[in-house]
């Protein structure tokens, strides 16, 4: 089958359980499970990036789930006003839906200094919205040794504050289930991206961003039995994909995944990424070595994680994307940058030049947070793919 | 790029202070300090523009960076931001780099003072570094800014990494970052450390920070005695002269002047209008237009909070690497930088209070975007203590971004409504 499926318009055919990760996204932040979680007296906290570690709040009993902004593109008056139209449409987004009341379940937030926006986003949230913990984490930019202690000394330091909170210690033996958990739905991540490697992958980029999605919204223990089936599903369907031309997705925070489908509707068969919302969030395992305290291995995996465009040396981020563009055979590269996500905008002229330096052509895209990828952005991508066909000739 | 530099940007503003030096040297009226200040300017600029001609190691360096242990080093530094801005103040025009900061790739999001830095470089308007050295101080634009340019020019980099709060563990690391970077300037330069001469450099920054903070003092008068963008040579004093001696001789002599007008009570301005507060940096190329205006309605800035007011803390000589880390967050700009919890927003508070202020002026640098996601929080903070703020969009470098015409039209309504006050 063509790679333009129509998955997204409910074709329930294809895979039964994606239509159970769809039903978590389109209720969300009001899903059933999250709602059934506070019922039974429970707590959720909400992150605002991918380095506030989640083992810590999971072992603790506490639900953590990513906070995201409108899944489309959408008027955001009260993000404007709150965090000014310069700060990336996704902060404005995520607050807006704060202001709003739609966080209200929250008991707790967590955030970084990982860039701006995700530090003027927490600072914001934390003087107008009223949840009650709050945590920054200092996050060293670097992966020195030294580097490595700072960050342990503040993951020690939020899971102090958070016991504090709660009024009990988090004990090492939870740590280590948490890690488990984790652990298990990475390698489960893993083994789905692992499909979309083979010539005709049998599930799509959209349908992957779909599951993704719902991976940070709901509780790990669920997320990683559903995902367990829908692979059974997927092995024994028969399904597959083809296109034009494979192509890597990179860039910022992404989560619509009718972005993905503009693409794959036009023939690209979106085959991997490198975005905060899939590879760089369940990129790497937590390492348990030895008698090394849970807190130090968690440390150590967020800070080395697959990076973010705030890590420095950008080559370490560059050489994981080039690795990712011969593992998943990639023609081409489609970056999307959300205006104003500036750490993404400074790497783009040498990531850029990388790729090209290994025959891999890049299209740059700027884009809100949210955006279904229609009108200019299509005839850009369109006009891709068949830059890419011609060179593959 | 080759090694024969285009260097016309650094003569251009060479050549600037040159003219405004022999124009301040006819004017009867001339502050000492205003003179020393443009003394100081061609000097620093004249030894960048020299530097390869003398065999001088040029470090290159963003904002908020520990330019003492250049200097303590004996090295050339190149302050990157400032250098842009300079260019824009002294030469009103931009656009040729900010259009080449574009043809890298750089989006137009990427704030001027580093889009421009970059088209710079790329056009070979400013000599090669033979370092680049950079810090994630303030904002990611300053972490980001320093691989291209080190890709750009071929020179070797090192990055600060700024921890975001202040514990203990922080400071340790901040220090830890520093002596790295000592290693890997003592390796590329073939130069060792002088650490007495940091000491003195550490011991004369102390002095620097306790000036300014007497003219803090005098400036609370009123009417208050300094002009009202004079701020930007404190700002400009600090970023390039850290610990230097030509830095408390301008300080010493300002000092002076003001203590002098004070006693006799003599404003900047006669018959002072209006106090206000600066919430960031103006535009560089509206800097004489919003003198001018100043003068005009009798309005004057007579506090910066994220500028010139220091924060609490002494630098202590015999631990010099340590002062210099601990300077880093008694900067008046750490405030920003950090999160922005009750210490900040008490600042602007007691900033408000303290210097009587009738109204703030928000400059609004469209590329500024930690800056700006903070609008609406301190306006209302200050709307809570009846201090009305104005927002003037604008950009500190493009002059594209907004005209005369348009400030003075929004300046003048702000004005109005204090006056209706």
């Avoid at chain 1, 996500?341 to 090209?356: A, E, F, G, M, S």
Wanted: a negative charge.
């Amino acid at each position: 089958m063509s790679v333009a499926s129509d998955i997204l318009q409910g074709d329930n055919s294809k895979f039964h359980m994606l239509d159970r990760f769809r039903e978590i996204n389109s209720t969300f932040p009001k899903t059933s499970q999250l709602l059934d979680y506070k019922r039974s007296g429970k707590k959720v906290f909400g992150w605002l990036c991918t380095y506030s570690p989640e083992e810590i709040m999971h072992a603790a009993g506490i639900l953590p789930i990513r906070i995201t902004g409108y899944s489309q593109e959408t008027e955001l008056d009260d993000g404007n006003a709150y965090l000014y139209v310069n700060n990336c449409s996704f902060s404005r987004s995520c607050l807006q839906l704060g202001l709003r009341g739609e966080y209200n379940f929250l008991d707790g937030v967590v955030g970084g200094s990982t860039c701006d926006g995700a530090r003027r986003l927490f600072d914001l949230w934390r003087y107008y919205i009223g949840t009650p913990f709050h945590h920054v984490l200092t996050v060293p930019r670097k992966y020195t040794e030294k580097a490595h202690e700072l960050y342990y000394r503040e993951v020690v330091k939020f899971t102090e504050h958070l016991e504090e909170f709660l009024g009990f210690k988090i004990t090492d033996e939870a740590l280590c289930q948490s890690i488990m958990l984790y652990n298990e739905s990475r390698k489960l991540l893993r083994d789905l991206y692992d499909l979309r490697k083979l010539d005709n992958p049998p599930i799509t980029g959209a349908e992957t961003m779909e599951i993704l999605n719902a991976s940070f919204h709901m509780p790990k223990e669920i997320f990683n039995e559903w995902l367990k089936e829908l692979l059974r599903e997927i092995s024994v369907s028969g399904e597959r994909n083809s296109g034009r031309a494979r192509i890597m997705l990179i860039g910022s925070v992404l989560t619509n995944p009718e972005f993905v489908k503009s693409i794959e509707d036009q023939g690209g068969l979106v085959v991997t990424d490198e975005l905060c919302t899939s590879t760089r969030y369940w990129g790497d395992p937590v390492v348990l070595e030895g008698t090394a305290s849970p807190i130090r291995a968690i440390a150590r995996r967020y800070l080395n994680n697959f990076p973010c465009a705030r890590m420095f040396p950008s080559d370490e981020r560059f050489n994981r994307i080039i690795e990712f563009v011969h593992d998943f055979k990639v023609d081409g590269v489609i970056s999307q940058i959300v205006r104003y996500c500036v750490p993404y905008c400074h790497d783009l002229p040498l990531l850029t030049k990388r790729l090209n330096n290994i025959d891999v052509p890049v299209l740059a895209l700027d884009v809100e947070y949210g955006t279904s990828g229609s009108g200019q952005i299509q005839t850009r991508v369109q006009a891709f793919l068949e830059m890419l066909e011609a060179k593959r000739k | 790029m080759t090694e024969a530099v285009n260097t016309n940007k650094i003569k251009a503003i060479v050549s600037a202070c040159r003219i405004i030096s022999r124009m301040n040297r006819a004017r009867p009226d001339v502050r000492k300090s205003e003179m020393l200040y443009y003394q100081m300017l061609n000097n620093y600029f004249t030894r960048l523009l020299n530097a390869r001609q003398n065999g001088d190691f040029i470090a290159a360096h963003t904002v908020f960076f520990p330019a003492e242990l250049i200097y303590a080093m004996d090295m050339v530094p190149m302050h990157t931001e400032t250098t842009t801005w300079m260019i824009s103040l002294f030469t009103g025009e931009c656009t040729d780099i900010l259009a080449a900061g574009a043809e890298l790739g750089l989006a137009s999001e990427i704030c001027t003072p580093h889009r421009g830095l970059a088209g710079a470089f790329a056009l070979g308007t400013l000599p090669r570094p033979d370092v680049m050295l950079w810090s994630n101080m303030v904002c990611d634009n300053t972490a980001k800014s320093g691989e291209l340019i080190m890709e750009m020019t071929k020179c070797p980099g090192f990055f600060i990494d700024h921890p975001f709060k202040d514990s203990e563990d922080e400071r340790k690391y901040l220090v830890g970052e520093m002596e790295d970077m000592v290693h890997f300037l003592e390796e590329k330069s073939h130069r060792k450390m002088d650490w007495s001469k940091l000491s003195e450099i550490v011991a004369r920054m102390d002095r620097q920070i306790e000036l300014v903070r007497e003219i803090n003092e005098l400036r609370k008068a009123v009417p208050t005695p300094f002009h009202s963008q004079g701020f930007l040579e404190l700002v400009s004093v600090d970023y390039l002269f850290p610990g230097q001696p030509e830095a408390i001789e301008y300080l010493e002599t300002l000092r002076q002047e003001l203590s002098d007008m004070v006693k006799e009570g003599k404003g900047a301005v006669p018959d002072e209008r209006f106090r206000l507060m600066s919430l960031f940096i103006p535009p560089m190329y509206l800097m004489s237009f919003l003198e001018k205006i100043s003068q005009e309605y009798r309005a004057l800035s007579v506090v910066e909070p994220f500028f010139t007011y220091w924060g609490e803390g002494e630098l202590d000589p015999g631990k010099p690497l340590e002062s210099v880390a601990k300077k880093s967050y008694m900067l008046p700009e750490m405030r920003m930088y950090g999160p922005m919890d009750e210490r900040a927003l008490t600042s602007i508070v007691d900033c408000a209070k303290q210097y009587k202020v009738d109204g703030a002026i928000y400059y609004a640098d469209v590329g500024c975007r930690h800056t700006c996601a903070t609008i609406k929080l301190f306006k209302d903070v200050l709307n809570e203590i009846d201090v009305p703020v104005l927002t003037l969009d604008c950009d500190v470098v493009d002059p594209t971004a907004t005209s005369e015409e348009e400030v003075r039209e929004k300046l003048e309504q702000f004005f109005e409504l204090l006056e209706d006050r």
